[in-house]
């Protein structure tokens, strides 16, 4: 019979802290048994070994600097960094949440899978959402000043005005040597108190600068937003996930 593995050696195997391993868990994306009376988390070694593969080499403890860029036009697909998920290159995505930490799960791992391959990545999220990833990633040994000083990471709160971001991303996503990647959770939107139209002019101006070596990820809280808010998100991207499920949209 396999020997199981506790959440420390799961930790090690992954080189993550135990702390990541149980939220990984919690989020159901990484696979556990629940042994005895305490339902204390179990690994089998086959499921962590093919969870790393789809992670690709973690970023702790590795330098911050740049890898080759990524190849034009991948016609395998771009790891998103979790659930084994491959899309096109060139792809604008959103993602409809239920709970912020999934929400945060997945942009961690989104993040990672950037460094990963030494693409500039751009976060944009509210102010407390964004200290959590950043503190997040850098308990997990990501040496997140080290890349904001060599704008490899680049995170913010948003612009005031659809413009304003448009020209920010244009700007970063242009100057980016090895690829760009952007995640938002877009309830910076209603912090900056945008309209319905506002966030939807932002959205379709994405899908103009769609091109390879580009990705973009868009989070939509289904607690937060209204109906017609959601349905302009699935209208406005050639991908969704929901529940770890990867759905090509009509767009």
Same mark, same amino acid.
């Given at each position: 019979?396999?020997?199981?593995?506790n959440v420390r050696?799961a930790?090690?195997? /992954?080189?993550?802290?135990? #702390?990541?391993?149980?939220r990984?868990?919690?989020?159901?994306? /990484?696979?556990c048994?629940r042994?005895g009376?305490k339902r204390e988390r179990r690994? &089998?070694?086959? $499921?962590?070994h093919a969870?790393?593969?789809?992670r690709? $080499?973690p970023?702790?403890?590795a330098?911050?600097?740049?890898?080759p860029?990524r190849?034009?036009?991948r016609? $395998?697909?771009?790891? %998103?960094?979790?659930?084994n998920l491959?899309?096109?290159?060139?792809?604008?995505?959103?993602? /409809?949440y239920?709970?912020r930490?999934?929400?945060?799960g997945?942009?961690g791992f989104f993040?990672r899978?950037g %460094?990963?391959?030494g693409?500039?990545? #751009?976060?944009v999220?509210? +102010?407390?959402q964004?200290d959590? /990833?950043?503190?997040?990633l +850098?308990?997990?040994?990501?040496?997140v000043? $080290?890349l904001?000083?060599q704008?490899?990471?680049?995170? =913010?709160? =948003?612009k005031?005005?659809?413009?304003?971001?448009?020209?920010?991303?244009?700007r970063i996503?242009s &100057?980016a040597? &090895?690829g760009?990647?952007?995640?938002?959770d877009m309830?910076?939107?209603?912090?900056?108190g945008w309209?319905?139209?506002q966030t939807?002019?932002?959205?379709?101006?994405?899908?103009?600068?769609?091109?390879?070596?580009?990705l973009f990820?868009?989070?939509?809280?289904?607690?937060e937003?209204?109906?017609a808010?959601t349905m #302009? +998100?699935?209208e406005t991207?050639?991908? &969704?996930?929901?529940k770890n499920?990867?759905?090509?949209l009509?767009?």
């Open positions: 019979m396999e020997k199981l593995l050696q930790a090690a195997l /992954l080189n993550v802290s135990q #702390m990541t391993i149980r990984w868990t919690n989020d159901g994306l /990484l696979t048994f042994i009376k690994f &089998s070694e086959a $499921d962590l969870f790393l593969a789809g690709t $080499d970023v702790a403890g330098t911050a600097a740049p890898a860029n190849p034009a036009g016609t $395998d697909g771009v790891s %998103l960094g979790f659930a491959h899309i096109p290159d060139g792809t604008h995505l959103t993602h /409809l239920l709970d930490s999934e929400a945060l997945i942009q993040v899978q %460094l990963n391959t693409e500039t990545v #751009m976060v999220a509210p +102010a407390d964004r959590t /990833l950043l503190d997040t +850098a308990r997990d040994g990501i040496p000043q $080290d904001i000083q704008d490899r990471l680049i995170h =913010g709160t =948003g005031q005005t659809p413009e304003q971001m448009i020209a920010l991303i244009a996503s &100057s040597q &090895s760009f990647r952007l995640v938002g309830s910076w939107t209603t912090v900056a309209s319905l139209e939807k002019a932002l959205e379709e101006s994405t899908n103009t600068r769609l091109a390879p070596g580009l990820l868009c989070q939509y809280s289904l607690t937003f209204s109906g808010q #302009m +998100a699935l991207h050639g991908f &969704s996930i929901y499920k990867l759905t090509r009509h767009f």
